[in-house]
């Protein structure tokens, strides 16, 4: 009896560790989301000021890829808050010159604060679905990976053969792959799949941001044949 009793309050005494672990990470997940998610506007309310030129594709890869690279390296770190914002920064530069081209199209203010909105509810949307029931979605992790794979090779086939039909089909395959992400990720946060809230962060992060730009893409797309 004496053992039972022990056993019991030794996996009680586990779950909850391992609850308030998940917590934690969620709570420093979220924090550190909203503040990569100012900076980044910041960032990008900067490089649309003042007009700076694109960095290219080349650039945007190596500079993405190498500071991702960091990130994951130091997040164990200190040293890996500031990769990540270095990280979000970057990107954050990258989105000035599509806004711009964006802000010159008719009704371009319309659009950016439609992509913005549309980015803010399917986000906070999809994490509630995950948080309010606790559903497992790492089903979808195999599925997602393939899908990005194959999206980033048509994505980068339509950029080196200028066809917009595939750009527009990208971009809508995009959104839909990364409403998934946000579900995956955010389970995967709250069963305990990653419990550094730094690559959390990140992972959350490059979603938005590829969600942002893909409704850009296509309510920009839209815009030009009204």
Avoid: Q
């Avoid at 090779?153 to 971009?171: D, K, N, T, W, Y």
């Amino acid at each position: 009896m004496t053992n039972r009793v022990a056993t019991y309050r030794t996996g009680t005494m586990a779950r909850d560790a391992s609850l308030l672990s998940t917590h934690r990470v969620l709570r420093n997940t979220y924090a550190l989301l909203g503040l990569t998610l100012l900076f980044s506007a910041a960032v990008a309310g900067i490089s649309t000021a003042l007009a700076l030129p694109a960095p290219g594709l080349i650039l945007t890869l190596v500079g993405f890829y190498g500071l991702f690279f960091l990130t994951s390296r130091l997040a164990n770190s200190a040293w890996g808050l500031a990769s990540t914002f270095a990280l979000t920064g970057f990107m954050g530069y990258t989105l000035g010159p599509l806004l711009n081209r964006t802000l010159a199209l008719p009704g371009g203010e319309m659009i950016v604060a439609m992509a913005l909105g549309g980015t803010a509810t399917i986000f906070l949307g999809l994490s509630a679905v995950v948080l309010v029931t606790k559903r497992d979605f790492s089903f979808m992790g195999g599925f997602l990976f393939v899908g990005m794979l194959v999206a980033m090779l048509a994505g980068l086939g339509a950029v080196f053969f200028e066809v917009p039909a595939l750009a527009l089909a990208v971009s809508a395959a995009v959104v839909l792959l990364m409403a998934g992400m946000i579900l995956f990720e955010t389970s995967n946060i709250l069963h305990c799949g990653e419990t550094n809230y730094i690559m959390a962060t990140v992972s959350l992060y490059v979603s938005i941001y590829n969600l942002f730009t893909s409704l850009l893409a296509l309510l920009g797309f839209a815009s030009r044949d009204e």
